[in-house]
């Protein structure tokens, strides 16, 4: 039994006001999503803003429901057996929220009690050392730092001990030190037998830590695989180089841009040849010249770029 | 029963836990408005109006305080705490558990009564201190701060639910929660209005709330005690099933 699929799952929501004054429909985020993952991945959904990621997370937990189609946690319909489908999962949101009455140790044992569990302690204690937030059980939660009520959102999400955990951009904006907390934590809890869910924009860690990925593009799946033939599918190579001038447009929507650094993906020596012939003819000086492999990020950029046709390749 | 189905006990100690973590400002700050209308009232009052033919103005006012504080804090408390926790989105940490909407209910609802009775009680302790009410009937006088309790935490749900802005919740509370409170005989016996508004007293779900209670101490009431108890019951029934059923839909809070 998968630990979550999803089935046939689109999600349009409702126009506003002025969008239905003006007979404007309202927006597919979400257009036959069908997956599953298995119990025990460490899966990677991956796209860009307005992908869809969110409201398909959204889905997951509860927060909204399908326009069509179903999700499944561990077999339990996420809307007919909420309860149960609910009981399986953690849920990491994606915003800093918390309750600023109480303090840390009081938050996980009322985000226990909601599930029912008495005397959790043990447990939260041990989530508590393993999060390193041992010395601020006791703090008020408007005290903590970005990072640590960071820290206590996760806590919160693994407090009832869920097969699945689902991290919805865990990482974004928290320092390196909670990183590697983070994912030490998470790791070890996969290598445990739970199945991670991991939504982010940091493709170093989904490459790094995911085996299988899915890509959304405008509320579609556009890849699905094994995070290593993914990688395999991209061009093997990049050309990495400096320059101060503009490619010519052919080039710049391949290209990864960051300042001055242009990163082009190219499958080998003709095509590298070829886009150094683009740039002279447009009369771009580069410097610093090399070649490295290509990673997620030039499949993702890749990907996104592209006209494809959303492939829907489950393995 | 199942283990999640006990959940809706975390959210009651949760809800009554923050409230009492602003005790000063919950249970104390109420308790001193209605001893400051008490002392006005009582002291302006007293002496030039006898109600019922017997009982003093400050006496008459006390179960009158008393109720009108029960109500406005079972109605802030539901309410306060939705609209709070909406607009900061700590709400999603109750709409990620398995809780049932009734658990939701008897959760939101349970802690505005535990309020509402708390700052009841310590209204009418220090109330008791200017004119001794008398306390008749006193379990028709608890039944109705319970049901009264129980009908404005259920508004206070539906209000905080309903509400986007602090604004909306405002408007809901000073031009309707309000409005009925001070209308409802919390101040004066409806038989010393002109008939017409007598009718209108009548309509008013809230002057059932208040007389019933006040039956409770002196045994004297402007409507049969019964006929309050039907009014105020049914209300609370057609408003909690207004409730549970926006509970269930997720209304304004699963999209």
Redesign the interface.
């Known amino acids: 039994m998968p630990a979550i699929s999803f089935q046939q799952v689109s999600k349009t929501y409702a126009p506003s006001r002025p969008q239905r004054a003006q007979g404007q429909p309202g927006l597919k985020a979400l257009d036959g999503i069908t997956f599953d993952i298995q119990q025990g991945e460490f899966f990677g959904l991956l796209g860009p803003n307005g992908a869809g990621k969110t409201s398909l997370i959204s889905i997951l937990a509860g927060l909204s429901r399908p326009t069509s189609g179903s999700v499944r946690v561990h077999g339990f319909d996420v809307q007919r057996d909420y309860a149960q489908a609910r009981r399986h999962l953690g849920i990491v949101p994606q915003e800093l929220v918390f309750d600023p009455f109480f303090n840390v140790r009081e938050a996980l044992r009322i985000q226990s009690g909601y599930f029912g569990i008495k005397n959790n302690d043990a447990w939260i204690d041990e989530l508590l050392q393993s999060l390193g937030l041992a010395d601020k059980a006791d703090a008020n939660m408007r005290q903590l730092s970005g990072g640590m009520k960071r820290r206590v959102l996760v806590a919160q999400a693994l407090v009832h001990k869920p097969p699945v955990i689902v991290l919805d951009e865990p990482t974004a904006g928290v320092d390196v030190e909670l990183r590697q907390t983070l994912w030490q934590f998470v790791a070890r809890l996969n290598k445990a037998g739970s199945t991670v869910l991991l939504t982010t924009h940091y493709l170093e860690e989904a490459e790094a830590l995911c085996n299988r990925i899915a890509m959304l593009k405008q509320g579609r799946v556009i890849a699905l695989d094994r995070t290593s033939e993914l990688l395999k599918s991209a061009a093997s190579n990049v050309l990495r180089f400096k320059t101060d001038g503009s490619l010519p447009w052919e080039l710049a929507k391949r290209a990864r841009i960051t300042g001055r650094i242009v990163q082009l993906p190219a499958l080998d020596a003709h095509e590298v040849e070829q886009h150094l012939a683009a740039m002279r003819q447009a009369g771009v000086a580069i410097e610093d010249v090399e070649m490295r492999k290509a990673d997620l990020e030039d499949v993702f950029i890749d990907l996104m770029a592209g006209e494809q046709t959303p492939l829907e390749v489950a393995r | 029963m199942?283990?999640?189905?006990?959940?809706w006990?975390?959210?009651l100690?949760?809800e009554v836990?923050?409230f009492w973590?602003?005790g000063a400002q919950t249970v104390g700050a109420p308790v001193l408005t209605a001893m400051l209308y008490l002392m006005i009232f009582g002291h302006v009052l007293e002496g030039h109006v006898k109600v019922y033919g017997t009982v003093g103005y400050t006496a008459f006012l006390v179960p009158g305080l008393v109720m009108m504080s029960v109500l406005q804090n079972a109605f802030a408390n539901s309410s306060s705490s939705i609209i709070q926790?909406k607009i900061?989105?700590?709400l999603?940490?109750?709409?990620?558990?398995?809780?049932?909407h009734w658990g939701w209910f008897f959760a939101y609802v349970g802690s505005s009564i535990v309020r509402g009775l708390a700052v009841g009680l310590g209204v009418l302790v220090v109330a008791v201190l200017f004119a001794w009410p008398g306390f008749v009937a006193p379990w028709w006088a608890l039944l109705f701060a319970f049901l009264g309790a129980a009908m404005l935490g259920t508004l206070g749900l539906i209000a905080g639910l309903w509400a986007e802005k602090f604004d909306q919740m405002a408007a809901f509370q000073n031009f309707l929660i309000m409005p009925m409170t001070f209308l409802s005989g919390v101040f004066y016996s409806i038989h010393s209005l002109p008939p017409f508004w007598q009718q209108v007293s009548h309509l008013n779900p809230f002057f059932y709330m208040i007389d019933g209670f006040r039956y409770g101490f002196f045994g004297i009431s402007d409507a049969s005690p019964w006929l309050s108890l039907a009014v105020v019951g049914s209300a609370w029934l057609v408003v909690s099933a207004i409730a549970v059923n926006l509970l269930r839909i997720?209304y304004k809070i699963?999209?």
């Open positions: 199942m283990v999640h189905a006990l959940g006990r975390a959210l100690y949760k836990l923050r973590k602003v926790s900061m989105g700590s999603v940490f109750v709409l990620l558990t398995p809780l049932s997720g699963r999209s």
